[in-house]
């Protein structure tokens, strides 16, 4: 097995549970199918962006702000920016 994914998946879930959002068995499900849905190369990095985010969801690596939808976060970088240049 990938330790490093199941680390991951662990650090994601006790985020959840920090946030007082925890996930169900049901939302663990929808959690790996949604996660399938990108590169297996990316799901580790994934997984961390949400947690170091606090985010309740997994969303595309931020590195790409094209394919990104408005409602998703910005990243840390993308705010200070806006910050820095008042937007």
């Known amino acids: 097995g990938d ?3 199941l680390s991951a998946l ?3 879930d006790q985020m959840r549970t920090r946030i ?3 996930m169900t068995e049901r939302a663990k499900e929808l959690l ?5 849905t990108f590169p ?4 580790t990095a ?9 985010w309740q ?6 590195g790409d702000k ?4 408005a409602s998703e976060p910005k990243t840390f970088t993308e705010l200070l920016q806006e910050a820095q240049h008042g937007y």
């Open 3 to 5: 330790t490093k994914l």
């Open 10 to 12: 662990r650090a994601f």
């Open 20 to 22: 007082k959002k925890p």
């Open 32 to 36: 790996l199918a949604k996660l399938q």
């Open 40 to 43: 297996s190369r990316d799901w």
């Open 46 to 54: 994934i997984l961390d962006q949400s947690v170091m985010s606090c």
């Open 57 to 62: 969801g997994i969303f595309p690596l931020g």
């Open 66 to 69: 094209a394919q990104r939808t």
